[in-house]
């Protein structure tokens, strides 16, 4: 699928070798944080040949959304089981 869209000359002449990418990437993170697309379906948007360059990708850009929380809750979990 095309999608067309308008930028103004000045931004598109500076950054054009790279907004394509960029505009790329950023649809599939918001597409992977609400949870219309999944991790595989990240990896052939982007062309990633690994499942691991695909986690990479989503753990720099903040994507797993695990929470300080999160680890507190995993942490106390661990706790209940004996194993920490």
Request: without cysteine; charged residues 25%.
């Given at each position: 699928?095309?999608?067309?869209?308008?930028?103004?000359?000045?931004?598109?002449?500076?950054?054009?070798?790279?907004?394509?990418?960029?505009?790329?990437e950023q649809i599939a993170?918001?597409?992977?944080?609400?949870?219309?697309?999944?991790?595989?379906?990240?990896?052939?948007?982007?062309?990633?040949?690994?499942?691991?360059?695909?986690?990479?990708?989503?753990?720099?850009?903040?994507?797993?959304?695990?929470?300080?929380?999160?680890?507190?809750?995993?942490?106390?979990?661990?706790?209940?089981?004996?194993?920490?």
């Amino acid at each position: 699928m095309n999608i067309e869209v308008t930028i103004p000359d000045e931004i598109f002449e500076k950054s054009q070798s790279k907004l394509s990418r960029y505009v790329l990437e950023q649809i599939a993170l918001n597409g992977y944080k609400s949870n219309t697309l999944s991790m595989v379906q990240v990896r052939k948007l982007l062309g990633f040949s690994s499942r691991f360059e695909t986690e990479e990708f989503l753990h720099l850009n903040n994507a797993f959304g695990y929470t300080k929380s999160d680890l507190e809750e995993d942490l106390q979990t661990l706790k209940d089981l004996g194993l920490q």
